[in-house]
């Protein structure tokens, strides 16, 4: 298993970033691995939602069912299932002076003999944790920008 953590602050109240979050379709914009994420169903966002994941690893395509099987008011996890591997995003928030912290945790469990890979692939998920802890804050920020007032024009 290969588990990789990241604490951000994001400079938005604690709802607004778990309400972008809760969508993972928006892990197109935030997760460099992603290349298309896809909502499975209709209706609001609840724990059963489901999203098919389409990412990129070492130039390999895969694709990943995700289930959101914990949606609390400071707390969401998404668990993804192919026969290779179950991935899992856990993210926890706080909410300090109308800015959030963000504890990311992404965790892999590789399947049979993929298993064997592990070791060798611990550094490359470091490095997707980076990538990840670069682009969310600023996913986040375009989604969240407030437009300016008057008419949208700085003064």
Known sequence: M??????????HPLRDVVGFLADFSNAELWDPGTITCD??????????????????????????????????????????????????????????????RLTYRARIEFNGLARLATPLLKREFDRLG?????????????ALRVPPSGGGHPQ
Request: with cysteine; hydrophobic share 30%.
């Open 2 to 11: 290969i588990e990789v953590e990241r604490v951000m602050t994001l400079d």
């Open 39 to 100: 909502r499975v169903g209709t209706g609001g966002l609840s724990v059963g939602c489901e999203w098919r994941n389409v990412s990129e690893f070492r130039g390999r395509r895969t694709e990943l069912l995700y289930r959101l099987v914990r949606f609390d008011a400071d707390h969401l996890t998404f668990v993804g299932h192919n026969k290779t591997a179950t991935s899992t995003d856990d993210m926890r928030f706080e909410e300090h002076d109308g800015r959030t």
């Open 130 to 142: 980076d990538e990840v802890s670069e682009r969310l804050p600023q996913a986040v920020d375009r």
